[in-house]
């Protein structure tokens, strides 16, 4: 019974969850990607909700000045401006505000409309009372027509506020003075004035929201051509360095007559990694530590079988390393012992000695050899360039150092610190 009643319980908990998210969603409407659809339909829907409480809020001022007009007109001018404001809210709340210059049409023409009809239905009479208003839409003339500026059409928002103005303070005079003042109509250019500052920031919101998605829109385009661009190079780069490491340096290696053995398992692999090199299987993101000593010692037995090696080994359950680490410093390790075999002289000895910590990493591969002048490289030789120094400073934590002198041998250091 317990378990039932939790359980209960939860479905009960889940469901009110589940509807107040609903209700949630319903207040905000449905989510934009671009900020020019944002700011759209925010701004719809505050000019529309402000036409609808300016109905409600100026209902006693309606209902005051009845008198003024026939019967009908005080609830038809009141539906010309809701019902509009009504239809605009509604179409916020869609998933895609599409028509939005037909419904600023709607709510400006209705407007204009509903002041036009006053004076169809104006009996002549004037306001009793010494008010300043005997028409309530002379309140707001100029807020339905922002609708056109939310749409990015500030001409007709213009138009609409020139002539709003201009109707509203007309029918106002005739309901107060049954006469038109000109000297009062200085007050509807201040009316004009003001309306045409908020339309200026509806107009700057939205052009400034179109040049943001322009602006996101070129920089993803961009940061995309930018990564291929990169992956390219990286590819290129790779395949260079496998041609220079793998096939150059076996067909450098061979000699007059029959090739040496040692040279066929260093072909193979060669040739295998030239064949998968495309492939996409996924590869594990972390090597353990004995794995990582494991593909040391096959480098180096694979490139040179006489080389001899020295490791200390932290055998500590989180020692382990990225791929590409593993890969960068096998891959330089092995030609820093090329370059030995190539380079040092005949009688020239290797030692490679590794510290594998689960912090950081060193490989040293150190020779007796001829030695040389780090200085003096020609540019051509990529040996060092590319396949040792480039190619641990592609991995993050990577480095490496090359010390050598005429004479005194040769010690190339491969460093990687987590």
Same mark, same amino acid.
């Not at 213009?158 to 709003?164: P, T, W």
């Given at each position: @019974?317990?378990?039932?009643?939790?359980?209960?319980?939860?479905?009960?908990?889940?469901? *009110?969850?589940?509807?107040?998210?609903?209700?949630?969603?319903?207040?905000?409407?449905?989510?934009?990607?671009?900020?020019?659809?944002?700011?759209?339909?925010?701004?719809?829907r505050?000019?529309?909700?402000?036409? $609808?409480?300016?109905?409600?809020?100026?209902?006693?001022?309606i209902?005051?000045?009845?008198?003024?007009?026939?019967?009908?007109?005080?609830?038809?001018?009141?539906?010309?401006?809701?019902?509009?404001?009504l239809?605009l809210?509604?179409a916020?709340?869609?998933?895609?505000?599409?028509?939005?210059?037909?419904l600023?049409?709607l709510c400006?023409?209705?407007?204009?409309?509903?002041?036009?009809?006053?004076?169809?239905a104006?009996?002549?009479?004037?306001?009793?009372?010494?008010?300043?208003?005997?028409?309530w839409?002379?309140?707001?003339?100029?807020?339905?027509? $922002?609708v056109?500026?939310?749409?990015?059409?500030?001409?007709?928002?213009?138009?609409?506020?020139?002539i709003?103005?201009?109707?509203?303070?007309?029918?106002?005079?005739?309901?107060?003075?049954?006469?038109?003042?000109?000297?009062?109509?200085?007050?509807?250019?201040l009316?004009?004035?003001?309306?045409?500052?908020?339309?200026?920031?509806?107009?700057?919101?939205?052009?400034?929201?179109?040049?943001?998605?322009?602006t996101?829109?070129?920089?993803?385009?961009?940061a995309?051509?930018?990564?291929?661009?990169?992956?390219?190079?990286?590819?290129r780069?790779?395949?260079?360095?496998?041609?220079?490491d793998?096939?150059?340096?076996?067909?450098?290696?061979?000699?007059?007559?029959?090739?040496? @053995?040692?040279?066929?398992?260093?072909?193979?692999?060669a040739?295998?990694?030239?064949?998968?090199?495309?492939?996409?299987?996924?590869?594990?993101?972390?090597?353990?530590?004995?794995?990582?000593?494991?593909?040391?010692?096959?480098?180096?037995?694979?490139?040179?079988?006489?080389?001899?090696? *020295?490791?200390?080994?932290?055998?500590?359950?989180?020692?382990?390393?990225?791929t590409?680490?593993?890969?960068?410093?096998n891959?330089?390790m092995c030609?820093?012992?090329?370059?030995?075999?190539?380079h040092?002289?005949?009688?020239a000895?290797?030692?490679?000695?590794?510290?594998?910590?689960p912090?950081?990493?060193?490989?040293?591969?150190?020779?007796d050899?001829?030695?040389?002048?780090?200085?003096?490289?020609?540019?051509?030789?990529?040996?060092?360039?590319?396949?040792?120094?480039?190619?641990?400073?592609?991995?993050?934590?990577?480095?490496?150092?090359?010390?050598?002198a005429?004479?005194?041998?040769?010690?190339?250091?491969?460093?990687?610190?987590?």
């Amino acid at each position: @019974m317990t378990q039932l009643s939790t359980t209960a319980d939860g479905r009960s908990a889940s469901a *009110e969850s589940a509807g107040g998210r609903t209700w949630r969603e319903l207040l905000s409407g449905p989510s934009d990607r671009s900020a020019l659809a944002r700011v759209r339909r925010l701004g719809a829907r505050v000019i529309g909700f402000g036409l $609808l409480i300016f109905t409600a809020g100026l209902s006693p001022l309606i209902a005051a000045r009845a008198d003024l007009t026939a019967f009908w007109w005080p609830p038809l001018s009141a539906v010309l401006v809701a019902g509009p404001a009504l239809i605009l809210i509604a179409a916020t709340y869609r998933r895609s505000l599409t028509h939005l210059t037909a419904l600023a049409a709607l709510c400006s023409g209705s407007f204009l409309a509903a002041v036009g009809l006053w004076f169809a239905a104006w009996n002549g009479d004037v306001a009793a009372d010494t008010s300043w208003w005997s028409v309530w839409l002379v309140q707001f003339p100029g807020v339905a027509g $922002l609708v056109f500026g939310v749409a990015g059409h500030a001409r007709p928002a213009i138009a609409h506020i020139i002539i709003s103005a201009t109707a509203t303070t007309a029918a106002n005079q005739l309901g107060l003075y049954a006469e038109l003042r000109p000297q009062l109509f200085l007050g509807a250019l201040l009316t004009m004035a003001l309306n045409c500052v908020f339309l200026a920031i509806a107009v700057m919101a939205v052009r400034t929201a179109g040049v943001l998605d322009d602006t996101r829109s070129s920089a993803m385009e961009s940061a995309a051509d930018s990564a291929a661009s990169t992956a390219q190079g990286a590819e290129r780069a790779r395949f260079a360095a496998l041609i220079h490491d793998k096939v150059i340096a076996i067909l450098l290696a061979i000699d007059v007559g029959r090739p040496a @053995m040692a040279l066929v398992p260093q072909a193979t692999s060669a040739l295998d990694e030239l064949d998968h090199r495309d492939d996409d299987a996924p590869r594990r993101p972390v090597v353990a530590v004995d794995e990582f000593v494991q593909r040391v010692r096959t480098a180096i037995a694979t490139t040179d079988d006489t080389v001899e090696r *020295e490791f200390s080994v932290d055998r500590s359950p989180d020692a382990r390393y990225p791929t590409d680490v593993v890969g960068a410093v096998n891959d330089a390790m092995c030609e820093a012992i090329r370059n030995v075999g190539r380079h040092a002289g005949p009688a020239a000895s290797c030692l490679v000695v590794g510290d594998f910590r689960p912090d950081r990493v060193t490989v040293a591969v150190v020779d007796d050899g001829a030695g040389f002048d780090p200085g003096q490289v020609p540019p051509e030789r990529l040996g060092v360039a590319v396949a040792i120094r480039r190619r641990m400073a592609s991995v993050r934590g990577g480095d490496s150092e090359v010390r050598s002198a005429p004479g005194r041998g040769t010690t190339v250091v491969l460093r990687w610190a987590r």
